[in-house]
C-alpha cells in the first residue's frame, strides 16, 4: 500500500504572518497570495506530468488548526488513499484525530504523532 507521496505543505505559527509573507515576497522571491501563503508547483515519480502543489503558509500566533498539538508547525502529507490509510493507522495504534473533511480541495485527515505534532494527511482531488 502506498502511504504518503509527497510534503503537501508546511504550516506554521508566525507573530504577523503578513509582514512574513512580505520579507519572503521581497527577498526570496515567494509568489505569496491574497491568502497569506504561495503554492510552488512539482513534479516526482508519483506524479510524472507535474500535477499538484507545495504549500507554505504561515498562520496566525494564536491559530487553533493545529490542535491538540502544541507545536508551532504542522506538515501536511500527500498520501494515495487517506480512508484506507487511516484504517491501517489505527491498526497500527497510531494516534488518529477522528475526524475527516472532504471538499473540492480533496480529503484531509490527521494524526498525533509520538512527541504530539499534528501531521495533516491530504488525498488531493483527482488529477492533483
Do not use: C
Not at 527577498?27 to 503554492?39: K, R, S, T, Y
Amino acid at each position: 500500500m502506498t502511504r504518503v507521496t509527497g510534503i503537501g505543505g508546511v504550516f506554521f505559527k508566525a507573530k504577523d504572518p503578513k509582514a512574513l509573507g512580505a520579507w519572503y515576497k521581497k527577498h526570496l522571491g515567494f509568489d505569496v497570495q491574497e491568502w497569506g501563503g504561495a503554492a510552488f508547483a512539482w513534479k516526482g515519480p508519483h506524479n510524472p506530468e507535474g500535477v499538484g502543489t507545495t504549500i507554505w503558509s504561515p498562520f496566525k500566533a494564536d491559530s487553533d488548526y493545529f490542535a491538540p498539538s502544541t507545536a508551532p508547525f504542522m506538515i501536511n502529507l500527500r498520501v494515495a488513499d487517506l480512508h484506507a490509510l487511516l484504517k491501517v493507522l489505527r491498526s497500527e495504534g497510531v494516534n488518529v484525530v477522528d475526524k475527516v473533511d472532504e471538499s473540492e480541495y480533496g480529503k484531509f485527515g490527521w494524526v498525533i504523532d509520538p512527541e504530539g505534532n499534528k501531521l495533516e494527511l491530504w488525498q488531493p482531488p483527482e488529477g492533483q
